[in-house]
């Protein structure tokens, strides 16, 4: 039997509500036109949040999965709407959160006829949404294939995605019951408590015990699970590293946290992954397998709750297949506490050597800003209420190494993907998810042009409707690609490519102000307190534009920096003049390094 007095794209949005989504980011087009009008009937609920692009309203889905741990859901027409998703779903595969995309397709009537924006959408999105793709072509599927999206977006962490077709959204609505080629199924899903068998939490212990120099690496599997990180590394004496996704989970005040490791990350993470004999990895998977210890020279014990991921970065003797904090607990049952040890010595004071280094190299004077400088104390203003976003590029390597933030603070970014042009987008979505908490974003320049002065749009047409307006934006602008830059000298001694890597001028500040935000604008290290003053007290969302020096270096940490100097010095000797000037930098950098072995 059909209602026809519903349309199928209304029992999609009967559907949304039941699973509890209270937002939809999306961009409108003929064919998801049907969603649209029944999100109308619906009253706007949930309600629909429009981006200015396709890619941002993906991005901020993306965002919404991870600053909420819900599933985030973005819709969009087809043919060029749904390709411009990929990038976005494909973050999401990548750093694991649950998103499900509701695509439009033309009419089932001309599949195939290479009609107007048709698309094959299933190939199209087969490898970004592999737990689940679907092509609805009858309305009778419809809330089975909902509910096994849902289901699937959860249970793996993933992107899913669902393709609609024009008529089949105009279908009138179908009553399901108990016919044959029916399946009923409820908007429902659950998870359990995973704990790891008995004899390998045993084995673990042998290995732990029978280790000197432990170091904990730990990722964003353990961000329910951070009092059980400390506590184990207080009992056994750790040094605890993170990746760039584990970051935020960890109390980066602890005399043993060492700070995120990788090409971005800290001297004293190197120096404890490179020193340690035992190797516990805690929900990471990070891909720097060249900061791991070598193989061959510490034992290693992983947790995951994903088997799969077991051994995947570094060749384990013990993988527990469980839940982070309650496999944490069982490890902090059964080793012995070393309330002292020579390493745990050697840990801390590699951290004190690391907190120097880091405030000397924002200290470091340069022309005109230093942007280590200007993110450290913008970093000193968010306090455990506010949400951060981080957009890709240098400004990346700034967070890492010159933000220590309370755990309270959600800090989310394009990791794995490493996508530029996410930092707004994922802001926004910090922003409608919890609208009574303010929201800081960093970005550069190239990322800004990129999605960033786009979602400003949105920024002012969204905040009136926020409970607290508080929404700063920290644009580090230096008219250069600096990563892109620094890896053509590193990573290739040559020297920077001005026609790839310079970015147009833009006046950022005053843009914002044509949008009726509040922009302000910083060149001299002396005004940045009264700057930052003037931001974090305004009542409205605020851009700060930072002119800052793009020869500052991206200097790996020490001992793997070392290596780096003769290639990047090369590329800026052939550089001439125009490479004077980072040179200095690059050996004002790599002698306080040195000063800190």
């Not at 559907?15 to 980011?25: I, K």
Request: aromatic share 6%; net charge negative; with cysteine.
């Amino acid at each position: 039997m059909t209602d026809t007095s519903r349309q199928t794209a209304d029992l999609i949005v009967d559907r949304l509500r039941a699973w509890g989504v209270e937002r939809l980011y999306g961009y409108a087009g003929d064919g998801n036109n049907p969603l649209l009008s029944a999100l109308r009937r619906a009253g706007n609920s949930p309600r629909f949040i429009p981006a200015r692009h396709e890619e941002s309203a993906a991005f901020m889905a993306v965002g919404e999965a991870k600053y909420t741990g819900q599933v985030g859901v973005v819709t969009s027409t087809q043919g060029p709407g749904a390709v411009h998703l990929l990038n976005p779903l494909y973050d999401a595969k990548l750093d694991s959160a649950p998103v499900v995309a509701l695509v439009a397709q033309q009419h089932t009537s001309v599949l195939g006829s290479d009609y107007q924006q048709e698309i094959d959408l299933q190939t199209l999105f087969h490898d970004v949404a592999s737990p689940f793709v679907q092509l609805v072509s009858a309305p009778e599927q419809l809330p089975m294939v909902l509910d096994r999206a849902f289901r699937s977006a959860l249970a793996t962490a993933q992107p899913t995605v669902l393709i609609l077709p024009h008529d089949v959204q105009q279908a009138p609505a179908p009553e399901l019951g108990q016919a044959h080629g029916e399946v009923v199924t409820a908007p429902r899903w659950s998870t359990g408590r995973v704990l790891p068998r008995g004899e390998d939490l045993d084995a673990a212990v042998d290995v732990i015990e029978a280790g000197e120099k432990i170091a904990l690496l730990v990722g964003r599997g353990a961000r329910h699970a951070s009092a059980e990180v400390i506590a184990l590394a207080e009992r056994l004496g750790a040094g605890i590293t993170t990746s760039l996704l584990g970051k935020p989970c960890i109390d980066e005040a602890h005399p043993l946290a060492a700070g995120t490791m990788g090409h971005l990350g800290t001297t004293a993470s190197a120096h404890v992954l490179q020193e340690c004999d035992t190797l516990l990895i805690v929900g990471s998977n990070d891909p720097w397998t060249e900061f791991y210890p070598a193989p061959g020279t510490a034992r290693a014990v992983q947790i995951d709750i994903d088997p799969a991921m077991l051994a995947n970065r570094y060749p384990v003797e013990v993988g527990l297949a469980g839940d982070s904090g309650p496999t944490l607990a069982a490890l902090l049952e059964r080793v012995s506490a070393r309330p002292d040890s020579p390493w745990r010595a050697e840990v801390e004071r590699q951290v004190r050597n690391w907190h120097e280094i880091s405030r000397r190299r924002a200290e470091l004077p340069a022309d005109p800003l230093n942007p280590e400088l200007i993110v450290r104390r913008f970093g000193e203003r968010i306090g455990a209420d506010w949400q951060l976003a981080v957009d890709v590029g240098s400004c990346v390597y700034h967070y890492v190494r010159q933000m220590r933030l309370p755990t309270a603070v959600p800090a989310h970014l394009s990791s794995t993907l490493a996508s530029m042009g996410c930092g707004v987008p994922f802001g926004l979505a910090a922003k409608e998810s919890e609208s009574g908490r303010p929201v800081a974003v960093v970005a550069g320049d190239g990322a800004m042009q990129m999605l960033g002065n786009g979602e400003l749009l949105t920024v002012a047409e969204r905040w009136p409707h926020w409970q607290d307006p508080r929404f700063v934006v920290l644009v580090l602008h230096n008219r250069d690609l600096a990563e892109v830059s620094w890896e053509q000298r590193e990573m290739e001694s040559q020297p920077r490519f001005a026609a790839s890597q310079d970015v147009p001028g833009f006046d950022f500040a005053g843009y914002a102000r044509l949008l009726g935000l509040h922009g302000v604008q910083v060149s001299d290290p002396d005004a940045i307190e009264a700057v930052l003053d003037e931001a974090f007290a305004a009542q409205k969302p605020v851009l700060i534009e930072a002119t800052c020096d793009r020869d500052v270096p991206l200097l790996p940490p020490f001992p793997h920096g070392r290596e780096k100097l003769d290639p990047m010095r090369a590329g800026l000797e052939a550089e001439g003049d125009g490479g004077a000037h980072a040179l200095e930098l690059l050996s004002a950098y790599a002698r306080i390094e040195e000063e800190h072995q």
